[in-house]
């Protein structure tokens, strides 16, 4: 009899891994089949329940677990999810000498063993229990609170575990956790989710209107499965955590469509992510949406009409200067003009532009690409960002031999972009001939429609804050303030709109390019010639009911 078991057992384990192998080989048909008889092909064997747990445990040589033992021991299910455990069929438990137990209905199942070793520690003693007995303990058990925090904590995985990292970050806990994440940054207009590990485990926060916010981390599952999926995601390399990576998807995040940057960086108690949402909606991309007055409307549109040169954007990290210049394109993108950008990344893909990737590995750098633009007789060049002094001379150059040149700078106002340039090695004489315009913003937050709350300034109001009279408000101004509602998520704000000043190099401010430009001297000329400031520029949408104060005195300083 007992030959005959062992027989069925073993044809058992054929059919099993023929099914695997179809599964791996890429047949969809196969990997649906294994889905719906995984943990139950035992069925094949004909087999009673018992009698292939009997065999499988002899087969196998493991112990052979019962329901009374299972049930009398202490659960260690919550440390995982429960779906994870009901589809796979197997319980975690204390032994009674101690030690960390396994039961399973399937031996040779060895994914959902590798993913509890990575849970529970390398010494897990592994049982065979029948089918019934697992759901029977699963169903009476789950419901129960669990023995301690402790044994609910996930254990550190040890650094040859890869595989099975990958099996555990592929599975529907995991998985589900990441999805949650993702669309409870869409359902907060998040621009990006950071995940970030502590010694006691994850925190996740969401960068809402440009401001950081916590939310709950994803419960009982291991930390390094919630990166390992977000790097499968972003098709990264799991099992390189010691070097910075990124990466991109597109992805469909209930009815959005998204595309995500993902930025992995290790720290000290593991890895970190960043995910950058971009919303896959072209209605971002109009001008009026950005925010600028209708003097500075008419004075970009002016500029973008020039047929050469250089215009630049300039502001910190998160100020809105990738969206302005995607603006911009989609306002220049006409049949009748070729269009070639270069960036790092592809943040907003436009029909009809001809958008291009640098890939430093194989030496597509900025500087490169635009030598190669040069000959694809463009009639317009964007270069996503001015790093470094290779990359400024070529621009330059190629605003010089007729072409109209959009980039970005990290500089903190307008004027300052000229003694950048110059400190990149720029000669003043070029400068004065290519460089147009100079545009510099930041982000404020928007005061929700529904909630914000006028309030009459009274003399109490300006000596409590002198900044507000330093701005230009009186007594009896009228200014709007952040309640918060159901809308806005009791924040008082939703939305953002850029707060811009835009320098028009004027022959006067030209004369001031030289070998050791002042950019305070171009600032103040430029002022006493009618530039409106960021800060001007922020104080009026305070006065229409745009933003508030404190959002204005956030992003700007007086000069």
């Known amino acids: 009899m007992a030959s005959d078991l062992s027989s069925q057992f073993v044809n058992y384990l054929r059919e099993r891994a023929h099914l695997t192998a179809i599964v791996e080989g890429g047949d969809a048909a196969g990997r649906d089949g294994l889905d719906r008889r995984q943990g139950k092909l035992w069925e094949l064997s004909h087999l009673s329940a018992n009698e ?32 994870f455990l009901r ?5 975690p438990y204390r032994s009674p000498d101690g030690g960390v137990a396994l039961a399973v209905v399937d031996p040779s199942d060895q994914s959902a063993q590798r993913a509890a070793q990575i849970v529970l520690g ?89 401001l950081l916010r916590q939310v709950s981390a994803p419960a009982n599952v291991l ?12 098709s990264l390399n799991i099992a390189e955590r010691r070097l910075p990576q990124d990466g991109a998807a ?3 995040v209930g009815r959005a469509d998204i595309d995500i940057r993902v930025a992995i960086m290790p720290m000290q108690h593991g890895e970190s992510a960043v995910i950058r949402i971009l919303p896959r909606d072209r209605g971002l991309l109009v001008v009026e949406k950005l925010g600028f007055s209708a003097a500075d409307d008419a004075k970009l549109r002016r500029l973008l009409k020039l047929p050469h040169g250089m215009i630049i954007v300039t502001g910190p990290t998160g100020s809105g200067k990738t969206t302005t210049l995607a603006t911009v394109l989609s306002i220049l993108n006409e049949p009748i003009r070729k269009i070639l950008t270069i960036e790092d990344p592809v943040e907003y893909e436009i029909p009809g532009v001809n958008q291009s990737q640098v890939k430093p590995a194989i030496g597509l750098t900025f500087a490169a690409a635009l030598r190669s633009f040069v000959r694809q007789d463009p009639d317009v060049i964007m270069v996503g960002e001015v790093r470094d002094s290779e990359t400024a001379h070529v621009a330059v150059h190629a605003a010089l031999t007729g072409h109209l040149v959009l980039t970005t700078l990290h500089t903190e106002t307008a004027a300052a972009a000229v003694p950048r340039l110059l400190d990149l090695g720029v000669e003043g004489y070029l400068l004065r001939s290519v460089l147009r315009a100079v545009i510099a913003q930041r982000l404020v937050r928007q005061l929700c429609e ?18 507000l009279a330093a701005f230009g408000f009186h007594c009896d101004d009228v200014i709007h303030e952040p309640r918060g509602c159901e809308r806005c998520g009791g924040t008082g704000y939703r939305g953002r709109l850029g707060v811009f000043e835009i320098l028009e190099l004027t022959g006067a401010l030209r004369e001031l390019i030289g070998e050791k ?14 530039m409106t400031t960021m800060l001007d520029d922020g104080i009026a949408k305070c006065r229409a009911g745009l933003t508030s104060p404190a959002e204005i005195l956030r992003v700007t300083t007086l000069r």
């Not at 002042?518 to 000329?525: A, C, F, S, V």
């Open 52 to 83: 292939f747990a009997d065999e499988a445990a002899r087969f196998h040589g493991l112990d052979r677990v019962s329901l009374q033992d299972m049930m009398s021991a202490t659960s260690l299910a919550a440390s995982f999810s429960q779906r």
């Open 87 to 91: 589809e796979t069929l197997v319980f």
């Open 122 to 210: 390398a010494d897990v003693a592994i049982g065979v229990a029948t089918s019934e007995d697992i759901a029977v303990v699963l169903d009476q058990r789950l419901d129960q609170p669990e023995a301690t925090a402790s044994d609910a904590m996930p254990l550190p995985l040890r650094e040859d575990d890869i595989e099975s990292l990958r099996d555990l970050a592929s599975g529907a806990p995991v998985v589900r956790a990441v999805n949650d994440l993702l669309e409870k940054a869409v359902e907060l207009r998040a621009s990006d989710i950071h995940i970030e590990p502590l010694q006691s485990g994850l925190v996740v926060r969401m960068r809402v209107d440009g």
């Open 223 to 234: 930390p390094q499965a919630v990166i390992s999926r977000i790097k499968i995601v972003a």
């Open 250 to 252: 597109r992805l469909r």
């Open 450 to 467: 529904r909630c914000k709350s006028p309030r009459t300034l009274g003399q109490a109001d300006l000596m409590e804050d002198p900044r």
């Open 517 to 530: 430009t002042d950019g305070l001297r171009i600032d103040e000329m430029a002022i006493r010639g009618g």
